[in-house]
């Protein structure tokens, strides 16, 4: 017989904002390594430089939100309202936890020059490329697709993939060894030429998360494009608190509301001190 997962749910009720395009997104515990039985609340935040606010929960943008321990939970259906984090997650076991979120599309537009400008900020060659000196505005519509790693001995719930439209996929448990394997995915095949970065933050005492809203800001620590397998090896050698981020841009499924749509994929995790 299974032993049930204990699990507490906080979530709020308004509808967010639209998220601020060109800014990461990301899942924020408020501790990464946590024993069974002992709580950790989840919350998702957007901003730049690993630095931002938390974001409140609206069912009605999310495709789907669940965690993988022994088994895999859906934590979509069983928000109720109320201010805090997303979700309060407790152990059973030593094994950890992968959480991941998939949020539908928002719609946005730029003018011309400043979509140009974010284009090659973001690395996305192809479309820019694609669009060369128009200057006609930028039609876009964008969604999220987060994950993070709740730290655990169980490799197979860390490097398994979670099924989203794009997903940053370990090779090993995130946070165990000073390099990072990963494989980037979109629609469940390897993404080539993918710019990948990685941003990293310190751990406050006991290795809990310092409040992102407030803390300092952190400098990109690295970048890389994937090979044509997809892969690409993430130097993590230092402790801290870790994003890594992508995004990528294609001709839009439904022309009528954008001419291009983005995805935004995250994944955070925790290196301690003693790691390897």
Not at 67 to 79: C, E, F, G, P, W
């Amino acid at each position: 017989m299974k032993t049930p997962i204990r699990i507490a749910l906080t979530l709020a009720v308004a509808i967010s904002p639209a998220l601020a395009r060109a800014h990461e997104f990301w899942l924020s515990p408020a501790a990464y390594a946590i024993s069974p039985g002992q709580a950790t609340a989840v919350t998702a935040r957007t901003g730049e430089a690993f630095c931002g606010p938390a974001k409140t929960w609206a069912r009605e943008r999310s495709v789907r939100f669940v965690i993988r321990t022994s088994r895999q939970i859906n934590l979509t259906d069983v928000a109720f309202a109320g201010d805090g984090p997303w979700v309060k997650f407790a152990p059973t076991d030593q094994g950890g936890a992968m959480m991941a979120f998939e949020s539908t599309f928002t719609p946005i537009q730029l003018p011309g020059a400043k979509f140009n400008a974010y284009l090659a900020e973001e690395g996305l060659t192809g479309p820019l490329a694609e669009r060369g000196a128009s200057e006609e505005p930028g039609r876009e519509r964008y969604r999220r697709c987060a994950k993070t790693w709740l730290s655990g001995d169980d490799a197979k719930r860390a490097t398994k993939p979670m099924g989203l439209p794009l997903e940053i996929v370990p090779a090993s448990i995130p946070g165990r060894d000073s390099t990072l394997v990963v494989t980037v995915l979109r629609g469940g095949e390897p993404l080539a030429g993918a710019l990948v970065r990685a941003w990293r933050a310190p751990l406050g005492a006991a290795g809990v998360a310092l409040d992102a809203a407030v803390r300092d800001s952190s400098a990109m620590a690295w970048e890389g494009r994937t090979g044509t397998d997809g892969s690409i090896a993430v130097p993590v050698r230092e402790s801290g608190e870790w994003l890594v981020s992508l995004v990528d841009m294609v001709p839009s499924a439904e022309p009528s509301e954008a001419d291009w749509e983005s995805t935004w994929a995250s994944l955070t995790f925790a290196r301690n001190e003693n790691a390897r």
